[in-house]
């Protein structure tokens, strides 16, 4: 992916640049909010990773700049530590996503991709399917070998944003946050039980398992051979 | 000098000062315009009876004439306190009465003499005396004038003046002795007060304003700047000790994570060595994170969405979380919804706060024998209350209060994960909706109930 990091602080920068590149992306790096709504209109990127706080136009400002223009491209907001967390003026500005300094890379790397994903599979097709798993979204119900599963509501919300997500890392705060609409970290491992149940219903009477964890970071559902990382 | 100038400019010498000006040219104003209207008053009354007497006496020379006219003043003279009396011929030659010199002019115009003359009376030895007259002239050219000497009045005006002099003395006098003392008072307390509060900024918080327990205005700014103190003693305290607690409590795991990463040096290819250490360090973050929260809670400085929500479906949504949690524990988790309240909160932190006191249930209500968490949403004397409640061993009464402060957990459970901050978020959330965190005994097991203000 091409990604246009605007961020001013000179060794965070260099550090997600470095693990960026590392991870396969293509990146950009510019310091301050002008050169950052420049180079997003002058270059098509696939994701942005905007700091809220940025020398001669702070982010937010810029954000809503680009949006007014027409631009598309998904949208990851930083905020530093101590800074007052506020979500929902980031997310009203024109971000898709948001992330409070300090982050955990891996976190910020699975955000990054599945925003990337978001906007070139913003798919409202009736059916997703991942290998032998198919997810009806209009019916609600899950198939996997032709066997029907039948998945209670939020156990369809998690198969369906995971499946969307396919080949991806999910962490355990994405998962709470997009299934349940719970912006914390879950200290606990509530998450992992629901997985569990769902992994039961999906993966348990086939030879191939599809949902993989991934450890001390998240979930992953796929192809085990087909890993994108 | 320094003291002096300093005396000059407290508010109350200021105050002092301008009222003993304004009060003495008001006074000076008063008692100019008593001895003036006095004086008036008094010229006018002799006025009045000089007319009075002089048409007597025309009237009676009218039907007697000259040889009446001047035994009649010579025996008026006469009378004891008479009034002036002079009769002269028309070129100013006294021929009787009481007046013995004067100045001639006076008898050529008739009528008033208003501005008192000087003038020599018959056996009186005063050179001094002043009188006003009235001069008439008779037919035949005779000067009548009649007159009375004002040196009475004169006088009053002159006790009066002294008088009003005297006390405006005395007034001013006392102005500036209650000037001195009012301004003294209130400098002492000031510089009793500056001197307590100096040692305050030199870092002694125990310190408090002296009061004198008279209850006026300085003793109420000393009891409310002692207020202040106390707060910001409380809260120095407050951070002492947390700073200690986040020292403390945060050694333990940064030991652990130190020595896992040197057992890494020695088996650099062990995963699951490295996969402790991330483990160990996101929980160390996780401390963190829930630190700063509650901080931000606390302060405020999280800009909170306050919305108008339904209660019961966050109940539901977190009950719904937790549900497969305590099945796999084989507890019994039950929502119990008596009531459909509305309030004005953050769903974000009331679905927090629940989190965590189904957490902490979870992990302490697992030693019941047959574990139950109930979840209960119902209203109070109209206020939306939620509670949960387990039947595990609960929390001392002693410790209830102890247990919602950061860092602060039982012996009991200090081998079980966590990090002591759960209650204490629970708590700053509450107050943040200005509502209450409320521990009470489930006999046996623990209730913890969160009850938010009614809304209106």
């Known amino acids: 992916m091409n990604i246009l990091i605007v961020e001013d602080d000179q060794q965070l920068a260099e550090q997600l640049v470095a693990s960026l590149n590392e991870n396969g992306h293509q990146t950009v790096h510019v310091s301050d909010g002008e050169a950052g709504e420049q180079q997003a209109t002058q270059m098509a990127y696939d994701v942005m990773i905007v700091d809220r706080m940025l020398p001669k136009q702070d982010g937010l400002t810029m954000i809503s700049n680009l949006r007014q223009a027409g631009m598309k491209t998904p949208v990851l907001i930083l905020s530093a530590l101590g800074q007052v967390d506020d979500r929902v003026t980031g997310l009203r500005a024109g971000g898709d996503d948001y992330l409070s300094k300090p982050y955990a890379f891996s976190e910020l790397l699975a955000r990054v991709e599945i925003l990337g994903r978001r906007a070139e599979s913003q798919s409202t097709d009736t059916t997703v399917t991942v290998a032998d798993l198919s997810l009806d979204r209009i019916g609600h119900s899950a198939e996997r070998a032709g066997q029907k599963i039948t998945l209670q509501p939020r156990e369809y919300r998690l198969l369906e944003y995971l499946m969307r997500n396919e080949g991806r890392l999910v962490t355990r705060t994405m998962l709470l946050e997009h299934v349940w609409d719970l912006h914390f970290d879950p200290q606990t491992n509530v998450i992992d039980v629901h997985i569990s149940r769902l992994r039961a219903k999906i993966d348990k009477d086939f030879d191939t398992a599809l949902l993989q964890t991934v450890r001390g970071r998240g979930y992953r559902l796929a192809q085990p051979d087909d890993v994108s990382e | ?456």
């Open chain 2, 1 to 456: 000098m320094n003291r002096l100038r300093q005396l000059l400019s407290t508010t109350a010498v200021r105050l002092t000062l301008i009222y003993t000006i304004l009060f003495g040219i008001l006074a000076v104003g008063v008692v100019a315009y008593v001895s003036y209207n006095t004086g008036r008053l008094i010229i006018s009354q002799i006025q009045s009876t000089v007319d009075e007497e002089i048409a007597q006496i025309a009237r009676q020379s009218r039907r007697g004439g000259v040889r009446q006219l001047i035994p009649m003043i010579e025996r008026r003279s006469r009378q004891p306190g008479a009034n002036l009396y002079l009769v002269a011929d028309a070129s100013g030659r006294i021929i009787a009465g009481n007046v013995r010199d004067l100045d001639r002019e006076i008898l050529l115009k008739e009528g008033w003499q208003v501005p008192p003359f000087d003038y020599l009376r018959y056996g009186d030895a005063d050179p001094e005396s002043k009188a006003i007259a009235k001069v008439f002239i008779l037919p035949g050219g005779l000067r009548l004038l009649v007159g009375r000497d004002i040196g009475d009045a004169e006088r009053f005006r002159h006790i009066v003046g002294r008088a009003s002099t005297f006390s405006l003395f005395i007034m001013v006098l006392t102005g500036l002795v209650l000037w001195f003392l009012v301004g003294r008072r209130a400098l002492k307390h000031i510089d009793s007060v500056s001197r307590s509060s100096q040692r305050i900024i030199d870092g002694d918080l125990s310190q408090r304003l002296p009061l004198s327990g008279s209850g006026d205005e300085f003793d109420r700014l000393s009891s409310s700047l002692n207020g202040l103190i106390e707060r910001v003693e409380k809260l120095n305290t407050g951070v002492s000790v947390m700073s200690d607690s986040i020292a403390h409590d945060l050694k333990t795991p940064l030991t652990r994570l130190r020595n896992r990463a040197e057992a890494a040096l020695d088996k650099p290819h062990d995963e699951s060595v490295i996969q402790d250490i991330i483990a160990d360090a996101d929980g160390l973050i996780n401390t963190f994170n829930a630190l700063l929260m509650i901080s931000q809670v606390e302060t405020g400085a999280r800009a909170v969405q306050f919305e108008q929500h339904q209660l019961a479906p966050i109940l539901r949504d977190v009950h719904e979380l937790f549900e497969p949690s305590a099945e796999e524990l084989d507890i019994e988790l039950v929502l119990d919804i008596d009531a459909e309240p509305t309030a004005h909160c953050s769903r974000e932190l009331i679905a927090q706060a629940l989190t965590n006191l189904l957490d902490n249930a979870l992990k302490y209500g697992l030693s019941a024998d047959q574990p139950k968490i109930e979840i209960r949403l119902f209203e109070q004397k109209g206020a939306p209350c939620i509670s949960v409640c387990d039947n595990g061993p609960g929390v001392p009464e002693d410790q209830k209060q102890a247990v919602t402060e950061r860092f602060v957990r039982l012996d009991a459970s200090r081998t079980k994960p966590g990090s002591g901050l759960g209650l204490a978020l629970v708590k700053a959330v509450a107050s943040l909706h200005s509502g209450k965190l409320d521990l009470s005994d489930n006999q046996p097991g623990l209730c913890a109930e969160i009850c938010l203000p009614r809304t209106a």
